[in-house]
């Protein structure tokens, strides 16, 4: 519980511009400086931004879209995810630029505002849905106003409310002897109930890069989505004895091409406390490094020198040795899919 | 070396390490900049809150103003036309109450004129009506004394008529005794003749009875003369001789000599053509009837007109003169007047008007009668005195009466007519006894002239055809016709000696007849 109300309270502190090609004030507005939830959409905010810039706009209709240092942003992405995703090395807070006219139709995919975020929304859950049960009845059975509470919730971060709608969408949480068991009565019985070890819906996002570096500060900038590849490919977790299904597991059931036999990942150091901890999780795994490492080595020519460099989910870099099913329970977005970011240092960019 | 950890373990502690990492996250992320962000948004908000709140109330206010301006000046628009209307509605009062003023004004200044005419109308009211009973009193007056005048008129004719009836009476009477004296004269001057007689001498002394004798029927004529030109109209013997007068158309009277047939003596003067003549009883004057409104008296043996008698209007038809006083001279003309002159005063001293005109006229033997025969067949007795009609008799019923002669003796007269009659009056009783005609008798002319003979046995008239017919009177029947004439006979005489008997016809000649 205490992971997720971290994840469903995040929130993206925002300075957002306006184009200067739409400035039509002197002097320019300010930026307007806002706290965008991480599992919010960026379209949502509209409300709040549209006050601080309608002045300055020029005349015509509202088109809105955003970039970040000339990247036109994916509107169906969470904004958690283009955050971590786009930010190698997090900017607090993120300076985007907005724009309300011209809208790149040739490469964003149009949004006509809040509903057509909503049905993006639901369009996932029905993925999400089907992945794990095989078919999406239950999200298209949905009544509207569990329809419409259920993304209000969403918009609005209310977990609770959250909670009450998508318990009767018995899409099932993966057993996970580690998470904080949810209290409530109900979502109890559900839950227990409907325990899948199934498949797991998963929304990988790859970032390619082609020098290595060691510092987050050093990851070049992104400037085109060619650079990024998104993988839809949900997982399975299996059962093994004795052994809990790994994160890293996941990745390489995700990657295979970016693993031989054994992968190794080369996580950066992490801020805070934790420190300490890395070194002797290296440690325990540094047979595993090595062997990566000189699998690497050793196919290279198979795999072309990929290695694996951030991790991000929800704004963290969990230990790759964390159990896949808390990730799941814990860090998955409410249209039950799991967004990972991935840095991957590609030696030639040709690989796929 | 380091000590191996259970998957457990290593799963808790990626969890814990997981955790750990998130809640950094927070406290970097949401938890640093969130409270900065409202914090900076707090009075923002607040403001915008209180702005807003200010501008709904401000909002509210003024709809609640608007509203109230709406209903204030729909308020206003009503008052304003209540207003307006009112004005207009003064406006006219006012005009009406000046032009009533006005009115009013008028009418005191009418009423006011109409009392002083009244009070004006009614004095002189007072005033007529004491005059109108001025004038009854004044009329009853005059109407009083109209009324004594009247009678007093009426008095005074009555007298005036017992006066003149007294007067007539007297008249009458001296009229009776003058006639009683007369009747005796004559009684005694037949007692006289009656002695001579029965004496055995007889002596014809009457008046005129010396050239008394027997007419002798003529058988044929001894002369014929072309008298006049044109026609002679009048022919006439002397009386008790055989020289006859003529006169005609040439405005002429010749006197010839019938034993001879030749011209003695011609006298002039006349203007006009000779219509009638007559002579007077001592042979001295000749007086012509002319179609020039005029008579002429001529002195026969001057030969010269010694009057001209004006005073016709009209072509004078008939003449005769008294036997008695060869003073007074009856003429007629077709002026409807029948004129009685006074020969030796000159002028006329009578005149009858009647409504017939007359042809003929003649003088009663005694002088104090004119007999007239007018155009509508009447035979008309007038006094000559007075001029009144005496009595009329029709002697020719729807024709005129052409002739009238009166016998020698003065008993009968015959009336010639346009009915081709000649009829015989007694003149004392006026009663028709004789008529006399013939079928071959026309009466040429309203003019034409018929004689009796002198021995009153023979009526003599001549006809349109030229012939002269003699009747007998006895034995009321023709005797003799004799035809000469080529034009129709307008006149005849018979002289007073018995013989000859002459004619004039249309053409002027004079035929004498022995």
């Known amino acids: 519980m205490e992971a997720q109300n971290y994840v469903w309270e995040g929130a993206i502190p925002l300075q957002i ?46 088109t809105l879209w955003f970039d970040y240092k000339g990247l036109p942003l994916k509107w169906y992405t969470p904004t958690g995810v283009l955050f971590d995703l786009l930010c190698a090395e997090p900017e607090r807070p993120w300076n985007l630029s907005v724009h309300f006219r011209g809208y790149p139709a040739n490469k964003l995919i149009p949004c006509e505002g809040e509903d057509a975020v909503k049905w993006s929304f639901i369009n996932s859950l029905k993925e999400a849905a089907y992945i794990i049960n095989g078919n999406c009845k239950n999200i298209m059975n949905m009544s509207q ?61 790859v970032c390619r890069v082609s020098e290595d570096f060691d510092d987050v500060e050093d990851v070049p900038k992104i400037d085109s989505w060619g650079k990024i590849s998104f993988i839809n490919r949900p997982v399975e977790i299996h059962k093994e004895e004795g052994k809990y299904f790994t994160l890293h597991d996941a990745i390489k059931a995700l990657l295979p091409e970016f693993f031989s036999e054994k992968t190794l990942i080369e996580s950066p150091s992490q801020e805070g406390e934790d420190k300490n901890n890395i070194p002797s999780e290296d440690a325990s795994d540094s047979k595993a490094e090595e062997v990566v490492n000189v699998c690497n080595d050793v196919e290279a020519s198979s795999t072309s020198n990929a290695e694996i460099k951030i991790v991000r989910i929800q704004g963290i870099e969990p230990k790759l040795e964390i159990p896949f099913s808390w990730v799941v329970n814990n860090l998955m977005n409410p249209d039950y899919f799991l967004h990972i970011c991935l840095y991957v240092k590609v030696a030639n960019l040709n690989t796929a | 070396m380091f000590a191996f950890r259970s998957q457990e373990e290593i799963a808790r502690e990626a969890i814990k390490h997981a955790l750990k990492a998130l809640r950094r996250r927070h406290l970097v992320e949401e938890g640093a900049h969130g409270p900065a962000l409202i914090a900076l948004s707090i009075p923002i908000i607040s403001q915008g809150s209180e702005w807003k709140e200010k501008a709904e109330n401000l909002e509210t206010e003024l709809q609640q103003c608007y509203k109230a301006q709406s209903r204030l000046s729909e308020q206003l628009v009503v008052e304003v036309a209540e207003s307006r209307a009112s004005k207009a509605l003064l406006k006219e009062n006012e005009s009406q109450i000046v032009s009533l003023q006005e009115e009013l004004t008028q009418s005191r200044d009418e009423c006011s004129q109409l009392k002083a005419d009244l009070e004006e109308k009614i004095e002189a009211l007072e005033l007529i009506v004491s005059e109108n009973h001025q004038i009854r009193a004044q009329l009853e007056e005059m109407i009083a004394k109209a009324k004594n005048a009247e009678a007093e008129n009426k008095m005074l004719i009555d007298r005036w008529m017992l006066q003149k009836m007294e007067d007539a009476e007297r008249l009458n009477e001296a009229n009776a005794l003058y006639g009683h004296l007369i009747d005796q004269l004559k009684a005694s001057g037949l007692e006289k003749l009656a002695r001579q007689q029965v004496d055995g001498v007889v002596r014809r002394s009457e008046e005129g009875a010396e050239f008394f004798m027997d007419s002798i029927v003529p058988t044929s004529y001894k002369h014929k003369i072309n008298a006049h030109e044109g026609g002679c109209a009048s022919i006439l013997f002397e009386y008790n001789s055989s020289k006859l007068v003529s006169g005609g158309q040439d405005r002429s009277i010749k006197l010839w000599d019938t034993n001879t047939g030749t011209l003695s003596n011609t006298l002039y003067g006349c203007l006009g053509s000779v219509l009638d003549l007559s002579i007077t009883h001592d042979n001295r004057s000749v007086i012509a009837a002319s179609s020039s409104n005029n008579l002429y008296v001529w002195d026969i043996q001057s030969g010269r007109v010694r009057h001209t008698l004006t005073g016709h209007t009209d072509k004078v038809c008939a003449v005769d003169v008294s036997k008695i006083s060869s003073r007074h001279v009856v003429s007629a003309a077709y002026d409807r007047t029948i004129k009685v002159w006074d020969l030796q005063k000159g002028y006329c001293t009578n005149t009858i008007i009647f409504h ?16 007239s025969g007018h155009i509508d067949g009447n035979l008309r007795l007038w006094d ?113 000696i018995g013989k000859p008997l002459a004619s004039a016809d249309k053409n002027g000649v004079v035929c004498i007849w022995a």
């Open chain 1, 145 to 205: 106003s569990d329809q419409v509470e259920l993304w209000r919730s969403v918009m609005n971060g209310n977990v609770e409310a959250y909670q009450r709608v998508s318990s009767k969408l018995k899409l099932g949480t993966v057993e996970d002897e580690y998470s904080v068991k949810p209290q409530q009565g109900t979502c109890e019985t559900d839950t227990t109930g409907q325990v899948k070890t199934g498949r797991i819906p998963i929304r990988l996002y």
């Open chain 2, 384 to 496: 000559i005195q007075t001029g009144k009609l005496l009595s009329e008799v029709a002697a020719h019923s729807l024709a005129a009466v052409t002739s009238i002669s009166v016998s020698r003796s003065g008993n009968i007269v015959l009336t010639s007519g346009r009915d081709n009659m000649h009829n015989l009056f007694d003149i004392r009783s006026l009663e028709v006894c004789g008529t006399l005609r013939a079928s071959g008798n026309r009466v040429a002319s309203n003019w034409s002239r018929s004689c009796i003979s002198p021995d009153e046995n023979y009526v003599a008239a001549g006809s349109a055809d030229g012939s002269m017919y003699i009747w007998s009177i006895s034995k009321a029947d023709i005797v003799s016709t004799l035809k000469e004439h080529t034009g129709s006979v307008l006149c005849c005489s018979w002289s007073g």
């Open chain 1, 17 to 62: 511009h306006l184009h200067e090609s739409e400035v039509t004030t002197f002097p320019p507005p300010p930026p307007a400086l806002i706290l965008a939830p991480r599992i919010g959409y960026l379209p949502l905010l509209i409300a709040l931004i549209k006050p601080y810039f309608s002045s300055a706009l020029p005349p015509g209709v509202d």
């Open chain 2, 356 to 371: 017939s005109n007359c042809n003929s006229v003649a003088f009663s033997t005694d002088g104090q009668t004119i007999f």
